[in-house]
């Protein structure tokens, strides 16, 4: 087992940037892929970025490329979403997510393919 947890969403302006954590304990946290996703009102569960367990390679959303960045420190258990230039459709819950299954590619993308998931935290950007 693998507990997530999130930190680090807030209530911010359009243009403005936030990051946040994914603290996780439970099992060797270098042995799993690390996944964001997002869920808005409404709206089904969306990937946004995920790391590899060595942190060499990394993936993005096409609605994300260029703004966040997706990182992990293995010596603290930790992966991290680095938002800039926030924008108001970015507003959703959300969520990190891990599994140590071998992963390639647009599998990476699958909400189906992650094992543990945290409750998530909120982001709300105002325009």
């Known amino acids: 087992q693998v507990q997530l947890v999130e930190s680090g969403g807030g209530y911010v302006q359009a243009g403005d940037s936030l990051r946040l954590s994914c603290a996780a304990s439970g099992r060797t946290f270098s042995n799993y892929n690390v996944g964001w996703f997002r869920q808005a009102p409404g709206k089904e569960r969306e990937f946004v970025a995920a790391?590899?367990?060595?942190?060499?390679?990394?993936y993005y959303a096409d609605s994300v490329k260029g703004r966040f960045t997706i990182s992990r420190d293995n010596a603290k258990n930790t992966g991290f979403l680095q938002m800039n230039s926030l924008k108001p459709e970015d507003t959703a819950v959300y969520s990190c997510?891990?599994?140590?299954?071998?992963?390639?590619?647009?599998?990476?993308?699958?909400?189906?393919?992650?094992?543990?998931w945290g409750r998530g935290t909120q982001v709300t950007v105002s325009s």
């Open positions: 997510a891990a599994t140590s299954v071998y992963l390639s590619g647009s599998y990476y993308y699958r909400t189906g393919m992650y094992e543990y």
């Open positions: 790391i590899k367990p060595s942190g060499g390679t990394t």
